[in-house]
């Protein structure tokens, strides 16, 4: 099995979109169906999606769409500034807005947490996108709270290519962790995710269609 660090993966994105003129949306949208194609929809009705405002959030937004469109009942909300929100997960949110789906965009009010934890724990299932394979930082302030309620308070979690919390180059914790039943990773397994399988549930990887000469220009690059 090849095992990728963030910035291979984070390349071979970049090299399938600048150099063959995949639109990062398409990739996007690839995404969010594999990830649908994960979950058994006959079983599961209810579901909880936590975005964050970067692309993993993005890929959050599309799933809850295709989830929707399933027919299926699901709870909204959104982690972090909408005014930093990136170029996809803008396309996507403007989608769910001409839809009239409605949203919670938590900030730091009781009320929006208590919403939070009664959806959690009613729902079949929670959809973490909150943090992709980006992030370096130490978690913290609302994010961990919100990290903390998807824990305690899910009866099942999916996270979207990495566990929120997860650094996915060596597997450790930063600071708290979304501790995932299943993580649904694309293109090729990141190094992290092994070295993090406490965290990361069973692990499955997906195409989202890189085609395989943007895999191997990166890797000779990294030689």
Do not use: W
């Amino acid at each position: 099995m090849i095992t990728i660090s963030c910035n291979e993966m984070k390349a071979m994105d970049s090299y399938a979109i600048e150099n063959i003129c995949i639109p990062s949306i398409v990739l996007m949208e690839n995404a969010a169906i594999k990830v649908v194609n994960n979950i058994d929809l006959d079983k599961t009705t209810n579901f909880t999606v936590i975005c964050g405002v970067g692309n993993n959030g993005g890929d959050g937004l599309a799933i809850a769409r295709h989830l929707i469109l399933n027919e299926k009942k699901v709870d909204i909300f959104i982690i972090g500034n909408l005014d930093k929100g990136t170029k996809d997960f803008n396309i996507n949110l403007n989608i769910l807005k001409n839809m009239e789906i409605k949203f919670i965009n938590i900030n730091n009010s009781e009320m929006e947490l208590e919403t939070l934890k009664k959806s959690l724990l009613k729902n079949d299932l929670t959809i973490d996108s909150i943090f992709g394979i980006g992030l370096t930082r130490e978690v913290s302030g609302i994010f961990k709270e919100v990290i903390s309620f998807i824990n305690n308070y899910s009866s099942n979690i999916l996270s979207v290519d990495i566990p929120s919390g997860l650094d996915g180059d060596n597997g450790n914790v930063l600071g708290i962790s979304v501790k995932a039943n299943k993580t649904v990773t694309f293109h090729l397994m990141k190094k992290g995710l092994l070295k993090g399988k406490d965290y990361a549930g069973e692990i499955i990887v997906e195409p989202i269609g890189i085609p395989e000469k943007a895999t191997i220009s990166i890797l000779k690059r990294e030689q």
